[in-house]
């Protein structure tokens, strides 16, 4: 069972996802939060597996909200997904790179939705196909100074930079296991010691390092 936190500050909104969510057999919605510290407070009581996160809303926003929850040590086993509209662009990037592990624009699809909770609670991001990965290539290089020569990425093996382009690229492990001519279970593997190498909390902030780094540039496709 996956237990779900949502935090709107519309109690509309969030009726009609605790409706369709209840309607799923491995869905559980835990509780409610009508802004981003009782949305914080409620992470930290019932510690969901997913946070349904709207960005705007009174007081305490849903983007500081991310920050706070992926910043608590404890909290290490929730993933957060921002729910946004096309115009909060900026926002998407900065609640990326503060941990969350995606996005859905709040007028998806019920079955995109339900999809999304399942896809990151298993360890994947939102990130594919191309809208997230778009976005994420637009604000890494706005937010860049200049070219990468942080030295972020010394610390990767050549193979770990492949595998590292291949998920910014929004490949899965299976694929990347493919393109790279290796086994799932290696694939999966490398993901996992680049992720631990460069302190990534997920495959979402591994695609924001790949950007910003310049391992790969805004545009390009894999």
């Known amino acids: 069972m996956i237990s ?7 109690s509309l909104v969030r009726s009609g996802f605790r409706a369709l969510l209840g309607s799923q057999p491995d869905l559980d919605v835990v509780a409610e939060a009508a802004d981003g510290a009782e949305a914080v407070a409620r992470v ?7 946070v349904l996160m709207d960005i705007r809303m009174p007081g305490t926003d849903g983007l500081a909200a991310t920050r706070d929850i992926t910043a608590d040590e404890r909290l290490a086993g929730v ?7 096309f115009t909060d662009d900026s926002y998407v990037f900065e609640a990326i790179r ?6 859905l624009v709040k007028d998806a699809e019920p ?5 999304a909770i399942r896809v990151v609670h298993g360890g994947e991001a939102l990130l594919a196909p191309g809208v997230t990965r778009t976005l994420i290539a637009e604000f890494a290089a706005r937010s860049r100074g200049g070219p990468a020569a942080d030295g972020r990425l010394d610390v990767l093996t050549d193979r770990e ?7 910014a690229a929004g490949r899965s492990n299976d694929e ?6 290796m086994s799932p279970t290696t694939a999966k593997t490398h993901v996992s010691r680049t992720m631990s190498k460069l ?16 391992l790969v540039r805004p545009g390009w496709a894999g």
Do not use: M, N
């Open 176 to 181: 990347i296991a493919t393109e790279l001519h």
């Open 44 to 50: 930290r009581e019932h510690r969901p597996d997913v």
């Open 161 to 167: 930079r492949e595998v590292l382009a291949a998920v």
């Open 111 to 115: 079955g995109d939705l339900i999809h």
């Open 98 to 103: 503060g941990g969350a592990s995606g996005f």
């Open 4 to 10: 779900v936190l949502l935090a709107d500050d519309q």
């Open 199 to 214: 302190g990534a909390r997920d495959r979402a902030q591994l695609v924001v390092i790949a950007y910003e780094s310049g």
């Open 79 to 85: 993933k957060v997904i921002v729910l946004t509209t």
